[in-house]
């Protein structure tokens, strides 16, 4: 007989900004237990599921007791003896209880907290890992992981306009050497910020805090310090998120630090010229989530040479994945489950992605929890990418390390994704 969902219980639990967040701990009548943790977003999309939070003086406006109180007295007793043999049709039911686009009557983070506590415990009930629990026996990776060197835009004050400078160690031959790529760089990325006088202490994601005099320039100094690593271009290569909503909207792009505004085609010359200087693989989000034309004309310029991602332009929903595709723009897709409020719809994006051979990128958030149920999504179901924010701070440290206990546990059968995790249409 299989288990059924005997207790749901919410707490307020703190992220790594310190905001109050959601946790739901399901109990089920085999005695297992599983819990999720509900991250949060600086910068969100306009159609990504809402972070509920309660207004007002109190913490800021930032607490979460609306929120635990649906998990209690709308999502309790919806799955309340359910089984957990069929999570498909138990985040149907939490769907159900809110049909909105947003999901803002109960609110994404009471959603995805109790979404991940289901997986959670019914691979515990299973006695099984996680991310083994939904490869169901299929063959998996490790993926290539992005990792933040420079933070940026919302998670560093907007002290520089561009979000995230990061790298991709595609040359790796395993994701333990990945991990010491990676630090090799962000070292050598710290030893020259002091050597110019710069280092000011990181940013939300742990990245180094930006103080730099132009976006450019922070390019610049990341390509010197893979150089000062020791790594060819390669074996590291950069990846950037512009979150280009965050500084501009169709047709207009404004840029604080450098003090210039642009038009779409005028913005669109500015990242080609970065992308034929520097070595950039990846970006996400280049321009803005209403500047259809613009991701449009951008993916037909550059999307046979790098990945283009879609992040607030694609909010992890799979009908957005499948306009997008239908429409020529972006080749691949950022997977954030709280973007829709369960595990089911961001399989499902995923899933819209693989139909088109693109790139799936299963990501963290800047407000983030010690929950690693991400790694274990971005294994399991062979994605190929992770991207948990930088090589600093515990709540990112905590994925990276899984990932790495994840590799130890498969031994000889471990494979790294590396390139092989890009879109189909670079993989030539």
Request: some cysteine.
């Amino acid at each position: 007989m299989s288990s059924v969902i005997q207790s749901v219980r919410a707490r307020r639990v703190w992220d790594s900004r310190g905001r109050p967040t959601v946790e739901v701990e399901v109990g089920l009548s085999s005695g297992m237990t599983g819990r999720g943790v509900a991250p949060a977003g600086a910068s969100r999309g306009s159609r990504e599921a809402v972070d509920l939070r309660d207004g007002g003086p109190r913490l800021g406006g930032f607490d979460v007791q609306k929120a635990l109180g649906h998990v209690r007295d709308r999502i309790r007793p919806a799955i309340l003896g359910m089984p957990v043999t069929d999570l498909l049709r138990i985040d149907q039911r939490l769907m159900a209880l809110d049909a909105s686009d947003t999901r803002a009557h109960i609110g994404g983070n009471a959603l995805i907290a109790t979404s991940f506590a289901l997986l959670d415990a019914t691979a515990r009930d299973m006695h099984m890992p996680v991310w083994q629990y939904l490869a169901q026996g299929k063959p998996v990776r490790l993926p290539l992981p992005e990792i933040q060197i420079f933070g940026g835009g919302a998670h560093a004050g907007h002290r520089v306009d561009i979000q995230d400078f990061l790298v991709m160690p595609v040359g790796a031959e395993s994701f333990d050497e990945a991990m010491v790529m990676t630090a090799e760089v962000y070292r050598a990325a710290g030893e020259i910020m002091e050597e110019r006088g710069r280092r000011a202490g990181v940013a939300d994601e742990g990245g180094w805090w930006p103080d730099f005099a132009s976006n450019e320039e922070a390019l610049e100094t990341l390509t010197r310090s893979i150089d000062r690593a020791g790594y060819q271009y390669d074996q590291i290569a950069i990846s950037l998120d512009i979150a280009a909503s965050e500084f501009g909207r169709k047709d207009f792009y404004q840029l604080g630090l450098e003090g210039r505004h642009y038009g779409t085609e005028e913005w669109i010359n500015v990242l080609s010229g970065w992308l034929d200087r520097y070595p950039i693989l990846s970006i996400e989000d280049p321009v803005a989530e209403d500047d259809e034309p613009g991701m449009q004309q951008f993916t037909a310029r550059w999307g046979d040479k790098i990945q283009i991602v879609g992040d607030d332009y694609l909010v992890t929903r799979a009908d957005l994945v499948e306009a997008a595709a239908a429409r020529g723009a972006c080749n691949a897709v950022l997977l954030k489950p709280n973007q829709v409020g369960t595990v089911s719809e961001t399989a499902a994006a995923m899933h819209a992605a693989d139909r088109h051979g693109w790139g799936k990128v299963v990501s963290a958030r800047s407000g983030e929890t010690e929950d690693v149920s991400i790694v274990h999504l971005a294994v399991g179901w062979d994605t190929g990418q992770l991207k948990v924010g930088s090589f600093a701070r515990s709540e990112r440290m905590a994925k990276w390390n899984e990932a790495l206990r994840i590799e130890e546990s498969l031994g000889a059968q471990a494979i790294y994704a590396g390139r092989s995790a890009l879109p189909s249409c670079l993989r030539r």
